[in-house]
């Protein structure tokens, strides 16, 4: 069965720092895909990024990159010098390419202090 | 391009009551929808999915229903709310299982 792992709960960094946010997926399919989304105060869950399996390639996004390990079945996404608007629950995710199935991870709340 | 649409965005029900929550997707065919409930501090709990009109899977057993009378119109329903149905709703669209989902602006029910 698919699972997402998200071990931070929360995470509390003063502005302009770096941040890695943990996610590591279980899947016994061989094409999937993972996600990330980022929950501002507002609610609505803001797509962010999306990677199939067959791509491990590194992704740069301005001050957002992703690390994609199949090795260790991570998918961590680091934000580069932290900024206040950056604080929210940012969610990582999982789908099988044969299932009918979305799997997002638990959370983790990133609080950015000025 | 894609708009997708909940309302009401707030909502305050007393227990028993019923409930209709609507989301619609605009610019879009034929997409998958999904009614989602994120309880305070929480995680996201899917509670149903439809692949077209008229087809509903649910996800978890419970007092609600949804339902899916046109092809960009997902509704969810309850005939009688119980408090632990409080939470913020969301509902959203993608293209197939394996591509991304698009999320609407939620609605907050508080079920008193």
């Known amino acids: 069965a698919q699972k997402v792992t998200q071990a931070q709960t929360e995470i509390s960094v003063v502005e302009k720092e770096d941040v890695t946010l943990d996610c590591v997926y279980e899947?016994?399919?061989?094409?999937?895909?993972l996600f990330w989304y980022k929950q501002p105060p507002s609610g609505e869950l803001v797509f962010l990024i999306r990677?199939?399996?067959?791509?491990?390639q590194n992704e740069i996004s301005g001050r957002y990159s992703w690390n994609f390990q199949k090795s260790t079945s991570s998918f961590n996404f680091t934000i580069t010098a932290s900024q206040v608007v950056d604080s929210a629950v940012y969610f990582c995710?999982?789908?099988?390419?044969?299932?009918?199935?979305?799997?997002f991870g638990p959370g983790t709340r990133l609080s950015v202090l000025p | 391009s894609q708009t997708i649409h909940q309302w009401p965005a707030t909502l305050v029900q007393p227990v028993g009551s019923p409930l209709s929550l609507e989301c619609t997707v605009e610019?879009?065919?034929?997409?998958?929808l999904y009614w989602y409930r994120q309880a305070a501090g929480r995680g996201l709990q899917l509670l149903f999915y439809?692949?077209?009109?008229?087809?509903i899977s649910s996800e978890v057993p419970q007092n609600l229903s949804a339902s899916r009378p046109q092809d960009r119109q997902f509704i969810l329903s309850s005939k009688k709310l119980l408090l632990s149905d409080s939470g913020f709703y969301l509902c959203?669209?993608?293209?197939?299982?394996?591509?991304?989902?698009?999320f609407g602006p939620g609605t907050r029910l508080t079920v008193l």
């Open positions: 439809s692949v077209g009109i008229g087809q």
């Open positions: 899947t016994r399919d061989t094409t999937y895909y």
């Open positions: 990677r199939n399996s067959f791509d491990e």
């Open positions: 959203a669209w993608s293209i197939g299982f394996y591509n991304e989902q698009f």
């Open positions: 610019g879009t065919s034929n997409p998958n």
């Open positions: 995710a999982l789908s099988e390419a044969g299932g009918q199935n979305f799997v």
